[in-house]
């Protein structure tokens, strides 16, 4: 009978042993996965400042044609941008350090924020859909799906934590994050010009942009 109770605890034993070892193991593929940056080493931190894309919107709008911008462009502007915002000066156990599409295709774009927290690297990326409301005149980014690392995560829930860290002008609600659509206008002689986004979209991987260009004399 000893002998039994003896050899019962011995299993009992060896199995919360066994699920120690799984659950460690677990931590540690998960801590793998979160700080193990595919993106990193790319250069997508450091790419050159262009403010060259809203210049091209306006002179197709001039023309009346459709701006059409492939994935490098489009990251020498938002480097362009994100230099301006100071967000990466922001106080905080989390700074954004960039911003950059990393991957593009169809009508949606992978953008990736390489983040500092809490002393740790973590790639962060959201997939994104743009467009445009046109009623509210506001740009509008669907995000998609979410992940830190290789480990995908809640939309929502990563939208939550970089939230306050956003650039002034944008915010986040639900899964979608949002900001103003930019106007142009200039008055010389009584004679004004406006511009303004008309349609906003990806398509086969490259950023459309329709704009549209009026004139008021007096």
């Not at 967000?87 to 953008?111: F, H």
């Not at 480990?151 to 939550?160: F, H, I, Q, S, T």
């Not at 010389?188 to 009026?214: H, Y």
Request: net charge positive.
């Amino acid at each position: 009978m000893k002998y039994t109770a003896n050899k019962q605890n011995h299993k009992a034993v060896t199995v919360i042993l066994i699920v120690l070892a799984v659950l460690i193991a677990a931590v540690g593929v998960l801590s793998w996965m979160v700080l193990n940056d595919p993106n990193a080493g790319k250069g997508l931190e450091n790419i050159q400042a262009s403010d060259a894309l809203p210049k091209a919107v306006a002179k197709s709008a001039v023309a009346r044609q459709e701006s059409s911008f492939s994935v490098d462009e489009v990251n020498g502007y938002l480097s362009y941008l994100f230099q301006k915002s100071n967000v990466s000066k922001k106080d905080g156990s989390m700074k954004i350090q960039a911003v950059a599409v990393s991957n593009a295709s169809g009508s949606s774009a992978d953008l990736y924020l390489p983040v500092s927290y809490q002393g740790k690297h973590l790639g962060v990326v959201l997939n994104v859909t743009p467009s445009l409301d046109s009623t509210n005149n506001k740009l509008l980014f669907q995000v998609n799906s979410a992940q830190v690392g290789r480990l995908p995560v809640p939309a929502g829930w990563v939208l939550e934590k970089v939230r306050s860290h956003l650039p002034e002008g944008f915010s986040a609600s639900d899964n979608t994050i949002s900001c103003e659509s930019p106007a142009i206008e200039a008055s010389v002689s009584g004679i004004t010009a406006s511009l303004k986004v008309g349609d906003f979209k990806m398509e086969n991987g490259r950023l459309k942009i329709g704009s549209q260009a009026e004139i008021k004399i007096g």
